[in-house]
């Protein structure tokens, strides 16, 4: 069983900071890509950012300069550093990791979602 864990969430100001985490657990091998997502109201899910295993990454640009998505791979973590929040960032914010259950076998895992409010 492999379960991701968000954690961080929260309320802040706009020009604030906030530090998400998500852990995987469980029957892991290994962890491939890390990708948080966010999902407002009413909207559709997008891609926020994405880090490979070896740490290429890529942001949207909505949050380019401000964001930052780092991993530690001792600890199945991946954190994203918001920084210079703005009101527009609310949302639902979501890990999903591609991770390895099995040797030849990658699947891809969901969090459950975190809440990051952002108030004027």
């Known amino acids: 069983q492999v379960q991701l864990v968000e954690s961080g969430g929260g309320l802040a100001q706009a020009g604030g900071s906030l530090r998400l985490s998500c852990a995987a657990s469980?029957?892991?091998?290994?962890?491939?890509?890390m990708d948080w997502y966010r999902q407002a109201p009413g909207k559709q899910r997008e891609l926020v950012t994405a880090i490979t295993s070896g740490g290429s990454t890529n942001y949207a640009d909505f949050v380019k300069g401000r964001f930052t998505i780092s991993r530690d791979n001792a600890k199945n973590t991946v954190y994203l550093q918001m920084n210079s929040l703005k009101p527009e960032d609310t949302a639902v914010y979501y890990c999903?990791?591609?991770?390895?259950?099995?040797?030849?076998?990658?699947?891809?895992?969901w969090g459950q979602g975190t809440q990051v409010t952002v108030s004027s």
């Open positions: 999903n990791a591609e991770i390895l259950v099995v040797v030849g076998h990658m699947y891809s895992y």
């Open positions: 469980g029957s892991i091998f290994s962890i491939n890509a």
